[in-house]
DNA sequence: CGGCTTTCTGCGTTTTTGTGCAGTAATTTA
DNA sequence: TAAATTACTGCACAAAAACGCAGAAAGCCG
């Protein structure tokens, strides 16, 4: 088993389970215990995964540490949340799916709007019920702990039935080669399906996402119809996107 | 265990209950009550709770005063959230509706419990997910802002393909005449349909539901096999219910 | 192709960390 | 003030981490 893979595994069980033991880990891959330690240490220094005495914690557990870098990245998602809400019109279909940057979309929506919202989203779904003219559904199964989401079939199941007029995803990782990617087999299906059963989709991102990729891939560029930034349009970081035919806000 | 994880546990109880005893955690979590003397310890040296004799408050205690009632009530919730976990064994599927002393059961469900819970309310899912062990199935449709739990013919018909082996109502209101009764005409269907996909159907109450009704209903005392409530199962106000065949704890 | 460097991995040893225990001091409670 | 809890201290033991090292594998290059 090579290095990468390795490692690609661990972060994937890390994301699943929110937890890891440095032990049952070697055992599984056939591994020293030294050689993951060593691992777990590289994806740490990553910032991928939070390392502790014994293994290693999924940054989503411990959602209370996100101190000064949080509040910066904040106003930044501020910035893609009105562009995107820019988009959405009265009694529009709208298909999301979860991440923070998605859920401080949720916050901003204005009042008046009178629009349907669906989403597998544990924290969208909250945000939108706090909206006095939005439909809410949601997107029923098994939740994934780690990503605060619901996936699995039904689920898939369940999106594929709908005809949405928009589609906004939280991105993970988005380059021109690889197109969207992200690390959990289970989102990528979920956001598979949401593109399939969308008219147009968006596709949210920091910047810094902008040109990184993950190991799974959820659908190349030709698949997104618009791409929001914290970037002013003209960009250069964005000029390849435009040039593939993308819409850049 | 991992330490960290133990950490995050208190918190998320000391943020609860406002309140946590060294005693109760040690057991709860089975580790020597040293070891949570010291978790209190860094956990104070963090500033994330207040570390007293016995055990550690919540901050937000120091400042908020309750009313009496309330806590009242609480206490109330919490004894016959105790009697509804006697209930539950490892590898059970779990069928819940929403309300608040379901929320008390899932939060003080002990942390070892390996089980499968399946629910519509937004909040009970929210306390489910906290737990390491518990598996969560959300039952998705369009999401009821009045009640906080997802309605309609989606949810019944996915409520139908279960077999459940235990369902736990919160009660709105019991007597001996119209058995189980509601006001809302969604949270009705919703639980006639959890009654028919379980097994046995416990009824959570407190005692001033007790002898109450509400304009619909749900079930006849028949469906019901257990009632519980705060009060000790000899009370004179439970005797008709026993003798209707219900075993009252 | 052969030699060189670099990277990766596993092993043994030493340190550090985490946990429980026993005895004692401090505190609450009656 | 006495009895009972709870807290603290030092210690012992086990588990995990860090470190240095050596062999294996992969990449580089003339």
């Not at 070697?26 to 590289?42: A, K």
């Not at 039904?154 to 197109?179: P, S, V």
Request: hydrophobic fraction near 40%; include cysteine.
């Amino acid at each position: 088993m090579l290095k990468k893979e390795r490692q690609a595994y661990i972060l994937h069980q890390v994301n699943l389970h929110n937890k890891v033991l440095s032990s049952s880990l070697s055992s599984e891959i056939n591994v020293s215990e030294d050689t993951i330690r060593r691992d777990l240490q590289e994806l740490a220094e990553e910032g991928k995964i939070i390392k502790v005495h014994g293994g290693a914690l999924s940054h989503s557990f411990s959602q209370v540490h996100f101190p000064a870098d949080v509040v910066y990245s904040q106003n930044q998602k501020k910035i893609i949340a009105e562009k995107a809400i820019s988009l959405i019109s009265n009694g529009m279909f709208i298909l999301t799916s979860g991440g923070t940057t998605i859920l401080e979309m949720a916050r901003m929506l204005p009042p008046q709007l009178k629009a349907t919202f669906i989403s597998g989203s544990i924290g969208a779904i909250l945000e939108y019920m706090h909206h006095p003219n939005i439909e809410v559904i949601l997107i029923g199964d098994k939740i994934s702990k780690s990503s605060k989401i619901t996936v699995g079939a039904e689920a898939i199941a369940k999106i594929k039935q709908i005809r949405a007029d928009i589609c906004f995803l939280g991105t993970n990782a988005i380059d021109i080669q690889h197109g969207i990617t992200d690390n959990d087999w289970e989102v990528v299906q979920l956001k598979k399906a949401m593109i399939e059963s969308s008219q147009k989709i968006v596709c949210l991102a920091i910047a810094e996402k902008i040109n990184t990729f993950q190991p799974i891939q959820i659908g190349g560029l030709d698949k997104i119809d618009i791409l929001i930034t914290e970037l002013p349009p003209e960009d250069p970081l964005l000029k390849p996107y435009a040039d593939a035919g993308i819409t850049v806000l």
